[in-house]
């Protein structure tokens, strides 16, 4: 069967060894700055609306965090034109769905829908961007803070091992870099947060000027290009939005942290800072961790699951972002183990890695897989990491919207060299963050510092 699975990868990776991947597009820039992307593709009769606004979790103040989010949620409460609830109904009623999430980069919104009520979806997403304040109140911001605050206890104070991403990124970067707090904010800012506060946030980045709208689907370009101007044409521009420009952090230490939680079973994290998205090693780091942790025939898994039994799981991830990039192993131990003794293990295979070039076959299959995911993604017009969706976000990160020729060649391009030098590089045992999230009343069961190892 792996053999079988092997053969099929293969043959995938050669029949799209010699296509080059073309999104076409055609890009306008309206007056008041809004860019937007057009794709046409008649495969089936629906259209993707896709709004990116440059603005997420990064560009808050340190005080002032959680707002980007907040506003994923205000931007479906009413706007001038269209009453609270109304924008839900009316795209339901139509056919259509929609979505939206943020990032510490970006925020997006998505409406897909039937070819026949593009325009409604215009409509609606424009009103949002120039008249949100016409019907936004106090009492709404107050309601949305409320649910947002809501959202924050179950998915962090509330739920098992839910603190542990917060603390990390605490510890990776410095008090007040933008990536230092979660992408959700603080209790404690987002009850600080006064109207006056949010409202500025709006004006600043939620400006046409500082968005791009990508519109892909069964349309035609001269007709759609025309309702956009008559829907967004008229909003005014805001100010220029400076870029962010933190300082590089670089981390020179081991940090070894320990969290007691209502867990029944201990886990362990382990991060590192690495590349920004698409600079070089960041896709060496995707298929490295690929390599270690990219399903049952990966290293970590076959090492720690199956062969030792000592760990329920282990997952390895590249998250890469726009300032830089994060390098994540996080495995959990089976009743009856340490995470000292998962760290160990993990520490053995990066050893290896920094001291042995993976095999060919292994970053084959690597490249296989991601090169697989990558033709399913565009196979698709909507939804989060469909075409639309991938215009944006190539535009945003590269200026590019039709990167994504460029961006698999990226992976094609490496060689099993390649993967132990970025290793070397960046996965360095003095400079990452060490967190042990344990049962109460449980530190035993927490990885002990290389001097208590001794």
């Keep these: 069967m792996r053999k079988i699975l092997f053969l099929t990868l293969t043959i ?3 029949l799209y060894a010699q296509v080059k991947i073309k999104i076409p597009y055609q ?19 629906a259209i993707s609306v896709n709004t990116w606004y440059h603005v997420g979790s990064a560009y808050e103040k340190p005080g002032r965090t959680g707002f980007a989010h907040l506003f994923e949620h205000l931007m479906f409460e009413g706007s001038a034109h269209v009453p609270e609830g109304e924008f839900d109904r009316l795209l339901e009623a139509a056919g259509g769905e929609n979505n939206g999430s943020t990032t510490e980069d970006r925020t997006n919104y998505y409406e897909d829908i039937p070819s026949n009520a593009l325009e409604l979806a215009l409509y609606l997403d424009s009103d949002r961007m120039g008249f949100l304040l016409d019907a936004m109140t106090p009492e709404k911001v107050d309601g949305q803070r409320e649910v947002v605050k809501n959202e924050r206890r179950q998915s962090y104070e509330n739920r098992p091992y839910g603190l542990a991403w917060e603390t990390i990124y605490k510890n990776l970067y410095p008090q007040g870099h933008p990536y230092s707090w979660p992408v959700i904010g603080s209790m404690e800012d987002l009850n600080a947060a006064s109207y006056e506060d949010v409202v500025e946030f709006y004006k600043t980045y939620y400006v046409p000027n500082n968005a791009s709208l990508v519109i892909a689907g069964d349309i035609n370009p001269d007709e759609t290009i025309k309702l ?36 029944q079973l201990p886990r362990i994290y382990m991060a590192w800072i690495t590349p920004q998205k698409f600079a070089p090693g960041d896709a060496e780091l995707d298929i490295l961790a690929n390599i270690l942790a990219g399903g049952k025939n990966s290293r970590l898994y076959q090492k720690l699951v199956y062969e030792l039994q000592i760990a ?10 726009k ?13 009856g183990h340490t995470l000292t003794e998962l760290k160990k293990v993990i520490d053995e295979e990066l050893k290896k890695i920094k001291q042995t070039p993976p095999t060919e076959r ?3 299959r690597a490249v296989n897989q991601i090169e697989a995911s990558f033709l399913d993604a565009l196979e698709r017009v909507g939804g989060f990491n469909g075409k639309a969706d991938l215009l944006n976000s190539y ?5 590019n919207p039709d990167y994504a020729n460029e961006d698999l060649a990226r992976y094609k391009a490496i060689d099993i060299e390649d993967i132990q030098s970025i290793a070397q590089t960046y996965l360095s045992e003095k400079a990452r963050v060490i967190l042990s999230v344990v049962p ?13 190892e001794k």
Aim: glycine fraction near 6%; charged fraction near 25%; hydrophobic fraction near 35%.
């Design 362 to 364: 292994e970053l084959k």
């Design 228 to 263: 956009v101007e008559k829907w967004y044409g008229n909003i005014p521009p805001g100010k220029p939005v400076p870029p962010l420009n933190p300082a590089t952090v670089k981390l020179n230490e081991e940090k070894f942290l320990i969290m007691e939680d209502k867990v």
């Design 323 to 335: 300032l830089s990039s994060q390098f994540f192993i996080v495995a959990t131990a089976r009743a």
């Design 440 to 452: 109460k009343g449980k530190i035993e069961l927490a990885v002990k510092t290389n001097g208590e």
């Design 312 to 321: 329920q799981d282990v997952n390895a991830f590249q998250n890469s972002n």
């Design 12 to 14: 995938v990776s050669l």
């Design 395 to 399: 535009f945003y990160y590269t200026g």
């Design 27 to 45: 890009r306008y820039v309206l007056k008041n700055g809004l860019n937007v992307i057009l794709h046409e593709d008649h495969t089936t009769p």
